[in-house]
């Protein structure tokens, strides 16, 4: 996946209308090297295009991807070759770096949430949880790493949650307000407890949030839909509990951190010669 508007935006920031001080005092205009990408730790890559954009938007010919978007990696491994300009690729550095290393990161802790619950019915899924801009990529790169993603925006489906349902004067009158407006559109209603749950069952919802309960109370809240609705458990879950919660029969676990909370993964841009 490309955003080249975002491409554009990163390169200009970086330059913020001037040029690369450091670079033109010190390299020839004329001068050439090659060098690679290449991970310092093993995970799931992606911003494999988008790098590749990066050096492309800055007249960088020379580009040899070597791995797939998804791929998983080790320590050590190349992921892009590039010859050319020197100036060219050490502008071009930083700004794909910072997308390699970001969005390989929101990969590899999916991934290491979708293993924690493997053999379980149950998905890992994010949230609206992104960074302004960056949401294309960053679910993009949350299906990368093997989980799923909820809403893209606000106009996708309902979600409603305690706010809406004060404002609304109800869950009863939200639920039917927004069915009433939006006809086709899927219905997420949130729950704190399992009474709540019990009360919006026969709206017949699409889906049912599960805010903050147990494992205890999330085994109960499938027993007492019994496959009338899906559920989706939230808030408080960490990967060491993702399993128990995956257990509990729930069909979905999202997840907030793999968008905002995700380590950078570690890639470096090596020279090899000049």
Partial sequence: MINRDLVKAALAEDLAGGVDVTSVSTIGADAELQAEFVARESGVVVG???AKAVLTEVAVTGIEVLVAEG????AGDVL???SGNARAILLAERTALNFLGHLSGIATLTNQWVKAIAGTKCEIRDTRKTTPGWRELEKFAVRMGGGTNHRMSLSDAALIKDNHIAAAGGVKAAFSAVRSAFPTAP??????TLEQLAEVLPLKPDLVLLDNM???????AVSLVNGQTKLEASGGITLDLARSYAETGVDYLAIGALTHSAKNFDIGLDVRSK
């Fill in 214 to 220: 147990t494992t205890e109370q999330c085994r109960a």
């Fill in 71 to 74: 791929a998983f990696v080790k």
């Fill in 187 to 192: 219905i997420e209603i949130e729950v704190d």
């Fill in 48 to 50: 494999i295009e988008m």
């Fill in 80 to 82: 892009i070759r590039v």
